[in-house]
Each structure stands twice: as C-alpha cells, then as structure tokens.
C-alpha cells in the first residue's frame, strides 16, 4: 500500500526558495503519477505542479510557471518540488498526492480530491 509524507516546509522571506520532499513508499509508487497542491486559509485547494510516472513529463500552474520546478527521484522514491521567488500568494499547506490517472492528477481548475493518495501536508508560509 503506498504512502506519502511530505516534509521541508517551514517559514521564509519574500524572494526566498524552499525545497519540498514527497516522499512515496510502497512497491508500486513508482507507477504513480504524483502532483503538488496548496490550500491556502480560507480557499479552495489548488494545483500547482506534477510528475508523470516515469518522470519525463511535467505541468505547472500558470502561477509557479518558472518559479518551482518538480522532479523525482526513483532510486530514493521521492517527488521534489523546488520553489524559487517566493511571495505571499505562495503562503498556503502544500501536499502531494498520486493517482495512477494523470488526467486526475492535473485536473484544473478544480482539483480532483478523490486522488488515490494524499499526503498530510506541510506548511510553507512566505513572510516579507
């Protein structure tokens, strides 16, 4: 049964970066496409980058486009996110999540909350 924990959040300056782990276990998570999401307080869970399974394809959100950017690693089991030019509107719980559907995975605007696995969440909160 796969799993996923989240892990590198933490509090930072506007302009500043963070680096977010999924970490995945499980025999069959590297089958698994695996997306990043953020709820921000009081707002809808949105989209905001993926890795296919084989982790030659990826997407972003119109709003992190040239700022993070998503790999993963299959000898470590892990999907990162790397979030560069940090600002307010960044400020939000982050969490990974796979589905063996990409269609799922990159579902927008609205994300897909039936996804197969979420993780718990970490909290990135972007100060100036």
């Known amino acids: 049964q796969v799993q996923l924990v989240e892990s590198g959040g933490g509090s930072v300056e506007t302009g500043g970066s963070l680096s977010l782990s999924c970490a995945g276990s499980?025999?069959?998570?590297?089958?698994?496409?695996v997306g990043w999401y953020r709820q921000a307080q009081g707002k809808e869970r949105e989209f905001v980058a993926a890795v296919n399974w084989n982790g030659y394809g990826t997407e972003y959100a119109d709003s992190v486009q040239g700022r993070f950017y998503i790999w993963r690693s299959t000898a470590k089991n892990t999907v990162y996110l790397q979030m560069n030019s940090l600002n307010a509107e960044d400020t939000a719980v982050y969490y990974c999540a796979g589905d063996l559907n990409w269609g799922r995975i990159v579902a927008r605007p609205k994300v897909y909350m039936g996804l197969e696995v979420w993780g718990q969440g970490t909290q990135v909160t972007v100060s100036s």
């Open positions: 499980g025999s069959t998570f590297s089958d698994y496409n």
